[in-house]
């Protein structure tokens, strides 16, 4: 059965300086926020984030860890909404590094790292300033930019419901990234409003199997803000 954890903070706990991440999540939905206000609190530094939206909501996400200067760099597809929040000043200094990707892009390299599949080519990005310094091939008289996998030494994900072996439902839109990164990542780790008994949650309903978490924590249903 995976490890449950009493708090946030024991499940995060390990996390080192310089780890990638990747944090599910689609504007508010889905995202492991009391995962991330405990990782904000452990100080880890160096980290590099792979998410969807970078700053999208001033205090919500990984901007904490943004203004705590815990994040080197940071791969998405939407930096964000907001002018002058922590990831466009840092950004603007130099002290922050931001990839930008089309979304299909972002989330077929973790699918395809998640899935050992060594990359592939994509007609999206040709011509672009995306497409700089990535290998090029004509395939049918059309040109390709090869796309290498997305992969992360942690994933942290927000789910609705787990059981004690792990097996992961969502509930609606939270369904986003979560079930591709958990797959993608060495240590998955998972935050859920409840935890069931095995056989509890319908087999059509697990979106990510219980072989891909490795560790659950159980934090109800105040953090649903979004």
């Avoid at 995202?31 to 700053?55: D, M, Q, S, Y």
């Avoid at 705590?68 to 200094?93: D, H, S, Y």
């Avoid at 059309?142 to 609705?160: G, M, Q, S, T």
């Avoid at 240590?187 to 697990?206: H, K, M, N, R, S």
Wanted: proline content about 6%; charged content about 20%.
């Amino acid at each position: 059965m995976v490890k449950v954890y009493p708090s946030p903070g024991g499940a995060v706990a390990g996390i080192p300086d310089g780890a990638s991440i990747m944090v599910g999540g689609f504007g508010g939905s889905g995202v492991p926020e009391a995962l991330l206000a405990a990782l904000a609190e452990t100080g880890a530094k160096r980290l590099t984030f792979i998410n969807n939206n970078a700053g999208l909501m001033e205090g919500g996400g990984i901007e904490t860890l943004v203004r705590n200067r815990q994040v080197q760099k940071v791969i998405c597809t939407f930096p964000g909404q907001r002018k002058q929040g922590a990831v466009e000043e840092q950004f603007l200094r130099g002290e922050v590094d931001i990839e930008t990707l089309p979304q299909g892009t972002f989330i077929e390299r973790i699918r395809a790292g998640g899935a050992g599949i060594g990359g592939f080519y994509t007609t999206v990005a040709v011509g672009t300033p995306l497409a700089e310094g990535k290998e090029r091939r004509i395939i049918d008289g059309r040109e390709y930019v090869l796309e290498l996998p997305l992969h992360a030494d942690f994933a942290l994900v927000r789910a609705h419901r787990a059981d004690r072996f792990g097996n992961l439902a969502y509930r609606y839109a939270a369904c986003n990234f979560n079930p591709t990164m958990a797959a993608a990542a060495d240590v998955t780790i998972a935050e859920v409003a409840e935890l069931v008994e095995p056989g509890e949650i319908p087999p059509d309903q697990v979106r990510t199997p219980g072989i891909y978490v490795d560790r659950l924590v159980v934090v109800g249903y105040s953090w649903d803000v979004h």
